[in-house]
């Protein structure tokens, strides 16, 4: 089975800094698909960026952006210009060949104004 | 479009109660999930159905049922509630079960088993 790990249980940033959240996973899969899903206190999912794992590029919108480094297996995410609508638990999660979406345990990120 | 709906928002049984989660998708989506979230644990997979017709089991089935009533609609039914299973609950769509499909969340149902 597949594992997505995030170390960082909580994290803060001011207002208009950059933070970046860590992800690692495992995987003995080459074709797989990343995602960072941030859920607001609202409790919606909502999709904030993707990666394909055939692609060196790393993918970008807008604010956010990710680190992807296929041989460490590590799929981080930027945020610039922190805002305070960013304040959300951020979860990782892998899909690979078996078409199962696997979760990391999320990281809660605060804003600070 | 309101894209993912769940209901009830909130619900709170007594042990040994039945219940049914319904989840409804208005985006045409091949693929429906059911997951539950519980405090310091990602999002684990209950059941899935890849198409209109099937479904298959996830991580944490045991305790559960689902049905497709059709191409929009997936229920979760819970014959014989146990405290174990207070949690939150989100149903998701994709458009097939690919790993390429991003999928799409409801705003998440949560249930207190008493």
């Known amino acids: 089975a597949q594992t997505v790990t995030q170390s960082q249980p909580e994290m803060s940033v001011q207002e208009a800094e950059t933070v970046t959240l860590s992800c690692t996973y495992d995987?003995?899969?080459?074709?797989?698909?990343l995602f960072w899903y941030k859920q607001p206190p609202s409790r919606q999912m909502i999709l904030v960026i993707r990666q394909e794992a055939y692609k060196q590029q790393n993918a970008t919108e807008n604010r956010f952006s990710v680190n992807f480094q296929k041989a460490a297996k590590s799929f981080s995410l930027k945020i610039s210009d922190s805002q305070l609508g960013d304040t959300a638990m951020y979860f990782c999660a892998f899909s690979g060949t078996g078409n199962q979406f696997y979760f990391g345990t999320g990281t809660s990120l605060t804003v600070i104004p | 479009n309101a894209g993912v709906t769940q209901t009830p928002k909130f619900q709170v049984l007594k042990t040994g109660q039945s219940m049914t989660l319904q989840c409804a998708q208005d985006?045409?989506?091949?693929?429906m999930y059911w997951y539950r979230q519980d405090p310091g644990m990602g999002l684990r997979l209950i059941y899935y159905?890849?198409?209109?017709?099937?479904?298959d089991k996830g991580e944490v089935p045991n305790g559960y049922n689902v049905s497709r009533l059709n191409k929009r609609e997936f229920s979760l039914r819970l014959e014989s509630a146990a405290p174990s299973q207070t949690s939150v609950y989100f149903c998701?769509?994709?458009?097939?079960?690919?790993?390429?499909?991003?999928?799409?969340f409801g705003p998440g149902t949560r249930l207190t088993v008493l």
């Open positions: 985006m045409n989506h091949n693929s």
């Open positions: 995987t003995s899969e080459s074709n797989y698909y």
């Open positions: 998701a769509s994709s458009a097939y079960r690919g790993p390429a499909d991003t999928q799409y």
């Open positions: 159905s890849a198409s209109e017709g099937t479904t």
